[in-house]
């Protein structure tokens, strides 16, 4: 229609009508309006699913709370497994933590070369490692040679998938230290230990943090690895002998929703809700702290 | 007063200072030496764990390996008693739970993600962008609990009768069974743990797309679908993939709201409705009671094949991720 | 008569809404000297724009100030004057651009042929397929050039001879020949001018009414920009042109008129506004206000 037109302004329009939708526009703005209310459906879905789970966890457990029920061991509370978890925990980070930091020094500080690639790659990978896999893998390596389960096992096992977002946390953070504090430091002679040891660690601290307490959250809710390699049985004592197979806040809520008795169930429940009201509180207070710190990073 | 620096402070012409000044030189070389080893001794570490987990348990599923051979894969026969085992159950169940939810989880994932980058004001982002991403933090023992006790029965009341009625000339949509645990039931839990997954880096990704471009295209009279559509999604489509393959990788390995949820069947059943069995969850329910050789082997097979899968699905992700992206593909 | 003419009596000069007569306006440019005085040479022109009183916020901070101005239709309009002074908040809110920007308030009418802009029943994507743009930096899609320019008459559903409406663009804006023989090749790949004169085809394969450019050739090397300029001299008549521009050369060499925008101190802090608006030749010739020949003869030379 406009096609032969050369001469000055014959639109396929009139440029003086109102200025209401023309042409197919009236039909172009209902299809973008159901697309953005599609998409504002699927963010409520999302926090509405989190609400309800939520929700769901916090009025049935809620119930089963009690003094008992922290200090005391099955069938009355689940005190040894808190116990238990709080240990496994420890250990596992005190394995992660360090080891991820050195590993994230490595790739910032001494970058690059030929292996910086493959573990990388490597940190990526174990970041989507299956975690029964990895229990599988730590069975063989420690329960196999022991012929025991232990909390050291299931610590080895948590360190691991602790490692990949300790390391990636921290390399992060180091990435973020301004390499005038390392010329600084290269030229009043400091050496390259002790400036990384002594002022490139310590003002990534925060970070690290950060990433340790997400880390910590991540593995404090794992199941897969301890019911391989410790205990899930509610457990009655507290066990601090890292040596045994502690029971565990994971392991009893899937022991207990596996057995079809309706007391360990409200009892699931309760260990459901601290297990979930501590990982929370972690994912918040990590948040918090990296917004302060981003904040103070903006000046 | 004086305030000059005497020659001596500035330390390099008295023997004795040279003398320490030399020590403390070779102390620090030997100091950066032991750090560059400890290190790198750290970051090989990470790639021995990868390595020799794998090892392990190829050399540990051995005995079934040689026994059964890649017929394994396919036999739907696992009977302890009699020492016949076959994965073809939990390899189905592994991968239709895991693409179902895949199938499900994605759309609703860039949809969100579209959503919170270009949609949501920024305060509203910044609330609801949380909110996502705590999705992702819930254990999965939590999940599947919820998932057997309060999702499952609704599912088996509600929606699985509804899709039975409307959908049933299609042979997934059977009857509903009378627990509630099945396939269908997993695999929406399954999809809760994907979304957040892809939700999370959607969203970056469609923050990264240059804003002078989407101008661009507004400023030809397009909607804002259309922006979308045309330029937004095209852009990002790769790093979407990626993002979607590590959800699947999620789902393919996640063992205990599995087991917790889809009743552990024995059988291939065409019906989503029915019971399964994924090899996480096998692997999650009989490990700590196998007693025979064989049993335990063919349990390690089955960790072999769940490693197979969910390297192959990773690295395909990492792949597509690198080539397309300068930043890497982890899931948060 | 043409439906503005029809509309609007006599092309453009009455009024559109009866003027308070307390309300005194200072109009500006050349359009507003015509009326009973018709000792014109050339015959009237009809207005696109009919800017009145506008002023604009970004949330405290006032960018653009009391700008009162016509926009004639068919012709090229330059906008020139120091950086900061509102020259593109103002090019940005005449098709309704800056509405992403969230803090945004624009005071005063803008009329397009009439009908306000910013009124509430207005839809902003049916303005901007009226009203095109081209940026300072050259925005092509990640798509071929064939689908760059093809991309969005598609979404108007013009699908009927499409490769036909791709040529010609793509002629209009000079860059037929480079590109012709590689449509299908990625836009990516071109020169910033020809990836410039590819957002210009992109805009003007839709026919809009109005071509608004925003310092076009800025980010251009003097080859590439000289052949902006060309392009402008063909697409003259074609379509009504505002274009924002630092360099006065290409502004006198290429614009009807020329609006100076300079920084209004009076009244506290500085803001934009539009200082004069008249026939590029009076404007860089003998220039009425001081500041318009402080800033006009600064340059030259």
Same mark, same amino acid.
């Given at each position: 229609m406009t096609l032969e037109s050369t001469n000055a302004h014959e639109s396929p329009f009139d440029p003086a009508a109102p200025l209401t939708p023309t042409g197919n526009l009236r039909r172009r703005r209902a299809i973008s309006r159901v697309a953005e209310s599609g998409a504002t459906l699927a963010a409520a879905l999302a926090v509405g699913v989190l609400g309800i789970v939520v929700y769901g966890v916090l009025v049935h457990g809620a119930g089963a709370l009690s003094l008992d029920f922290f200090f005391e061991g099955a069938p009355n509370g689940i005190g040894p497994a808190l116990v238990g978890t709080a240990e496994i925990v420890t250990m596992a980070t005190l394995l992660a933590v360090p080891l991820g930091v050195l590993v994230a020094v490595y790739l910032v500080?001494? $970058?690059? $070369?030929?292996?910086a690639t493959p573990v990388r790659l490597a940190l990526d990978v174990m970041n989507g490692y299956p975690s029964i896999i990895v229990g599988v893998f730590i069975f063989i390596l420690i329960v196999e040679a022991t012929a025991s389960q232990s909390a050291i096992a299931a610590s080895v096992a948590l360190a691991i998938i602790m490692l990949s977002i300790v390391a990636r946390g921290t390399e992060e953070v180091l990435r973020l230290v301004p390499d005038s504090m390392r010329e600084a430091s290269d030229a009043l002679g400091v050496s390259r230990w002790r400036s990384i040891l002594t002022v490139i660690l310590p003002s990534a601290v925060g970070g690290i943090a950060t990433a340790t307490i997400l880390a910590v959250a991540r593995a404090a809710g794992e199941t897969a690895p301890l019911i391989l390699?410790?205990?899930?049985?509610?457990?009655i004592e507290v066990s601090l002998n890292p040596f045994e197979a502690v029971p565990n806040v994971p392991g009893t809520i899937y022991r207990l929703s596996e057995e079809a008795n309706p007391e360990g169930f409200a009892r699931a429940w309760g260990a459901g809700f601290v297990l979930l009201a501590l990982i929370m509180a972690a994912n918040v207070g990590a948040r918090v702290l990296l917004n302060r710190s981003r904040r103070k990073m903006a000046g | 007063m004086s305030t000059a620096a005497s020659p001596a402070a500035t330390g390099s012409v008295q023997p004795s200072r040279s003398r320490s000044a030399a020590r403390r030189r070779s102390l620090d070389r030997f100091g950066d030496g032991l750090l560059r080893v400890v290190c790198a001794a750290a970051a090989l570490t990470a790639v021995g764990i990868l390595v020799l987990s794998a090892y392990q348990i190829f050399d540990h599923a051995g005995p079934a390996i040689s026994k059964f051979g890649l017929g394994f894969l396919f036999s739907t026969e696992w009977l302890p008693n009699f020492g016949v085992f076959g994965a073809g159950v939990m390899l189905y169940g592994t991968l239709v739970s895991s693409f179902f939810a895949l199938l499900l989880g994605a759309p609703i994932a860039i949809a969100i993600g579209l959503y919170l980058s270009l949609l949501a004001p920024k305060g509203i982002r910044g609330v609801i962008s949380p909110m996502v991403e705590m999705l992702a933090a819930i254990p999965s023992v939590i999940l599947g609990f919820w998932g057997i006790l309060l999702l499952a029965p609704f599912v088996q009341k509600h929606v699985e009768p509804f899709l039975h009625n409307t959908l049933g000339f299609i042979p997934l949509f059977g009857p509903p069974q009378t627990t509630g645990a099945s396939i269908f039931t997993a695999s929406l839990v399954l999809t809760i743990m994907i979304i957040p997954i892809v939700a999370s880096i959607s969203r970056d990704l469609f923050l990264a797309v240059p804003r002078d471009v989407q101008d661009g295209a507004s400023a030809l009279g397009a909607t804002r679908w259309e922006v979308v559509r045309g330029i937004v999604l095209p852009t990002t489509s790769s790093g979407v993939i990626a993002a979607s393959l590590l959800g699947l990788g999620r789902a393919l390995g996640e063992a205990i709201a599995v087991a917790q949820m889809i009743g552990a069947g024995e059988k291939i059943n065409t019906s989503l409705f029915e019971t399964g069995d994924t090899l996480a969850a096998r692997i999650a329910n009989q490990f700590p009671g196998a007693i025979t050789g064989m049993h335990k082997a063919s349990l390690y097979y089955c960790a072999a094949i769940l490693l197979v899968i969910g390297l192959a699905s990773n690295l395909c992700a990492q792949w597509i991720g690198r080539r397309f992206d300068y930043r890497r593909m982890v899931a948060r | 008569m043409s439906s503005v003419e029809q509309q609007f009596g006599q092309a453009g000069f009455e009024p559109t809404a009866p003027v308070p007569p307390s309300r005194v306006r200072i109009q500006s440019g050349p359009l507003a000297e015509a009326g009973p005085s018709a000792g014109r040479r050339e015959p009237a022109v009809e207005s696109v724009f009919d800017v009145r009183e506008v002023s604009v916020h970004y949330g405290a901070k006032r960018a653009l100030q009391g700008v009162n101005m016509r926009i004639p239709r068919s012709r090229i309009t330059a906008l020139i004057g120091? @950086?900061?002074?509102?020259k593109s908040t103002f090019i940005r809110s005449l098709n309704r651009m800056n509405d992403s920007v969230p803090s945004f308030r624009l005071d005063g009418e803008v009329l397009y042929h009439g009908h306000d802009l910013y009124a509430g029943n207005v839809d902003e994507v049916e303005v901007r397929r009226r009203i095109g743009m081209v940026f300072q930096k050259p925005n092509p899609f990640p798509k071929s050039i064939h689908d760059n320019v093809a991309w969005a008459p598609r979404n108007l559903g013009l699908r009927h001879g499409l490769d036909e409406r791709v040529e010609k663009a793509l002629r209009g804006a000079a860059l037929w020949d480079e590109v012709k023989d590689r449509?299908? @090749? @990625? /836009?990516?790949?071109?020169s910033g001018g020809q990836q410039q004169r590819l957002c210009i085809a992109r805009a003007i394969a839709i026919e809009p009414d109005v071509l608004l450019l925003?310092?076009? /050739? @800025?980010?251009?090397?003097p080859i590439a920009t000289a052949s902006i300029e060309e392009l402008m001299h063909s697409l003259k008549g074609r379509f009504t042109i505002v274009i924002v521009t630092h360099n006065m050369q290409q502004a006198a060499r290429v614009a009807d008129e020329t609006a100076f925008f300079g920084l209004n101190a009076a009244g506290g802090e500085p803001v934009g506004t539009l200082i004069e608006h008249d026939h590029t030749e009076k404007i860089f010739g003998h220039p009425a206000d001081p500041r318009t020949r402080d800033y006009v003869s600064g340059r030259f030379g």
């Open positions: 500080e001494f $970058g690059g $070369g030929r292996i390699l410790t205990s899930n049985n509610p457990g | - | 120091p @950086s900061g002074c509102g449509l299908k @090749s @990625s /836009a990516h790949g071109l925003d310092e076009p /050739a @800025s980010a251009l090397d």
